[in-house]
């Protein structure tokens, strides 16, 4: 029924108010400063990037990764685990997938402000010491986006088989 959307529809819209508002929030840090939106970094390329920034720039990055880097990701994770719920309500396991993207996108803009701090207390380092950015550190973007692709992927998947079974379209 059309009543099993609703949930992810509003959640899907109020996904997008908070997408909109970290607009404002961002519009003076460079896109190619923000570590989240790259598939993958290192420390050294990291540093780089984030040292480019002025001070105003690294308040704002720190700023949105306190606000916009919670509810979003609380969102596209309750928006995919609705619609997957909705989609295919006996599967539980890829129900997890969502919350993993969630936790790790949480410890993601956890590193970013640790990155942000260290470069704020030590503005004359050439790169970030061993404790503070590591392999394992920036692997987690790389963790998030494979945990995100693949839970939207599962959530298409029975959406389609949802749509097929109830329009009778065959598999070829």
């Known amino acids: 029924s059309a009543m099993h959307y609703t949930t992810p529809l509003v959640l899907c819209v109020l996904a997008a108010l908070a997408l909109y508002r970290q607009l404002d929030f961002m519009k003076d840090v460079p896109n190619e400063a923000v570590l989240d939106l790259s598939l993958a970094w290192n420390c050294q390329g990291a540093h780089s ?9 690294r ?28 989609a295919a309500p006996e599967v ?14 949480m410890l993601e803009g956890h590193n970013t402000r640790r990155l942000l ?25 790389t963790v ?7 839970s939207t992927l599962v959530t298409l998947y029975y959406l389609y088989q949802r749509f097929a079974a109830r329009n009778g379209v065959k598999e070829q």
């Open 144 to 150: 998030k986006w494979i945990a995100f692709i693949v």
């Open 117 to 141: 701090t260290y470069l704020n207390q030590h503005p004359t380092s050439a790169e970030f010491p061993l404790e503070v950015c590591s392999r394992v550190v920036s692997s987690v973007t």
């Open 92 to 105: 539980r396991g890829w129900l997890l997938l969502p919350f993993v993207a969630f936790g790790v996108d």
């Open 59 to 86: 308040a704002a990055y720190f700023q949105s990764s306190q606000s916009h880097d919670v509810v979003w990701p609380l969102f596209y994770s309750l928006t995919l685990l609705s619609f997957t719920r909705v």
């Open 49 to 57: 990037r984030l040292s480019s920034l002025t001070l105003s720039q």
